[in-house]
């Protein structure tokens, strides 16, 4: 190679330079760029959180925050109102309960059965099958809980109606199955098979493995999974309002209709009630509680992965 062809040479320091410079201007330009999407994102949360208690601050200034929290009816469109917001959170939990009971076995299950027992070709075509489900838009949901299990829920349940907290809960637990098991396969998927081998070596069967072994060791994300379904469940709009009814009532019952937060969030939005009027702002208060259950629960999340992660060399 001569001297002219040599890339420091200083014949060629000239064309490189060029280069240089244009690699620094679009790595600035990307950085800019990026933190543009960063702040814009950020300040729409600040600006969401501004707008939640600006407006709750406005209705609590007519509700007593005393009677929002220990009243039991939820009336807030009727001559004589009611705020009684424990109603609408029992329905929620209600819902919520039922659709964890049905998504936590089967998402573990599946998780189990994708990291553990399908071979590597087969769970490169179960896993994206198992996520198309969290691609189906929630309205097909609740008219599949309304229109089919809740008929089929009648001939075996007695006393349950058309619109029940049952039917709606199964199909939400549906609904949040992909979340909990695509999570928690990936918790398991990333134990180490060192950890696998070993067990093997002292002489456990598969079972006793995924048992005592690597379920243990993936247990901070799989409850990470379980409170990130819960968190979904509860924020979960068109299934409930559907499925569950818009009947507001302080029960335990699922098998008739309820009204959970998100339903209620519906009812006003669709103009039952005059902007600017209390009944108007009392879905920015019922939203502000909504808020601060999914942060609750998406911060013990945090901390408990934080708190209970294994590391492993």
Same mark, same amino acid.
């Given at each position: 190679?001569?001297?002219?062809? *040599?890339?420091?040479?200083p014949q060629?320091? #000239?064309l490189?330079?060029?280069?240089?410079?244009l690699? $620094?201007s679009?790595?600035?330009l990307a !950085?800019?760029?990026?933190?543009?999407?960063?702040?814009?994102?950020? @300040?729409? &949360?600040?600006g969401?959180?501004? &707008?939640l208690i600006?407006?709750?601050?406005?209705?609590?200034?007519?509700?007593?925050?005393?009677n929002f929290?220990?009243?039991?009816?939820? +009336? /807030?469109?009727?001559?004589?109102?009611?705020?009684?917001?424990?109603?609408?959170?029992s329905?929620?939990?209600?819902?919520?309960f039922?659709?964890?009971?049905?998504?936590?076995?089967?998402?573990?299950? @599946?998780?189990?059965c994708?990291?553990e =027992?399908a071979?590597s070709?087969?769970? $490169?075509?179960? $896993?994206?099958a198992l996520?198309? *489900?969290a #691609?189906?838009p +929630?309205?097909v949901f609740? =008219?599949? %809980?309304l229109?089919?299990?809740?008929?089929?829920?009648?001939?075996?349940?007695?006393?349950l109606?058309?619109?029940?907290g049952?039917?709606?809960?199964?199909? *939400?637990?549906?609904?949040?199955?992909?979340t909990?098991?695509?999570?928690?396969?990936?918790?398991? =998927?990333?134990?180490?098979?060192?950890?696998?081998q070993?067990? =093997?070596?002292?002489?456990?069967? !598969?079972?006793?493995?995924?048992?005592?072994?690597v379920?243990?060791?993936a247990?901070?994300?799989?409850?990470?999974?379980?409170?990130?379904g819960i968190?979904?469940?509860v924020?979960?709009?068109?299934?409930?309002?559907i @499925? %569950?009814g818009?009947? /507001?009532?302080?029960?335990?019952?699922?098998?008739?209709?309820?009204?959970t937060m998100?339903?209620?969030?519906?009812?006003v939005? $669709?103009?039952d009630?005059?902007t600017?009027s209390i009944?108007?702002? +009392?879905?920015?208060?019922?939203?502000?509680?909504?808020?601060?259950i999914?942060?609750v629960?998406?911060a013990?999340?945090?901390?408990?992965?934080?708190?209970?992660r294994? !590391?492993?060399?």
């Amino acid at each position: 190679m001569t001297t002219s062809q *040599l890339p420091d040479s200083p014949q060629n320091s #000239g064309l490189w330079q060029p280069n240089r410079q244009l690699s $620094k201007s679009m790595e600035l330009l990307a !950085k800019i760029v990026f933190g543009a999407f960063g702040l814009v994102s950020i @300040a729409t &949360t600040i600006g969401i959180v501004l &707008t939640l208690i600006f407006e709750t601050f406005l209705f609590f200034q007519e509700v007593p925050i005393w009677n929002f929290l220990t009243d039991t009816q939820w +009336t /807030p469109l009727f001559t004589n109102s009611q705020y009684g917001i424990i109603v609408l959170i029992s329905a929620t939990f209600l819902t919520s309960f039922i659709a964890l009971i049905v998504a936590m076995p089967m998402g573990i299950l @599946a998780a189990v059965c994708l990291s553990e =027992y399908a071979p590597s070709g087969l769970r $490169k075509w179960l $896993k994206p099958a198992l996520e198309i *489900l969290a #691609g189906v838009p +929630t309205v097909v949901f609740g =008219y599949f %809980a309304l229109f089919f299990v809740s008929p089929i829920l009648e001939t075996f349940v007695p006393g349950l109606r058309p619109f029940n907290g049952l039917s709606a809960g199964i199909v *939400l637990g549906i609904a949040i199955l992909p979340t909990i098991a695509s999570l928690s396969e990936d918790a398991i =998927y990333a134990v180490p098979q060192s950890l696998r081998q070993g067990s =093997y070596a002292l002489g456990a069967t !598969k079972r006793e493995t995924v048992t005592n072994v690597v379920l243990p060791a993936a247990l901070s994300g799989i409850v990470a999974s379980f409170i990130l379904g819960i968190a979904r469940a509860v924020g979960e709009t068109m299934i409930v309002t559907i @499925a %569950a009814g818009q009947n /507001p009532r302080l029960t335990l019952d699922p098998r008739v209709p309820i009204q959970t937060m998100t339903s209620f969030i519906v009812q006003v939005a $669709k103009g039952d009630a005059p902007t600017g009027s209390i009944e108007f702002i +009392t879905i920015f208060a019922v939203g502000m509680t909504l808020f601060l259950i999914t942060l609750v629960l998406n911060a013990f999340s945090f901390w408990f992965v934080g708190r209970f992660r294994e !590391k492993y060399e």
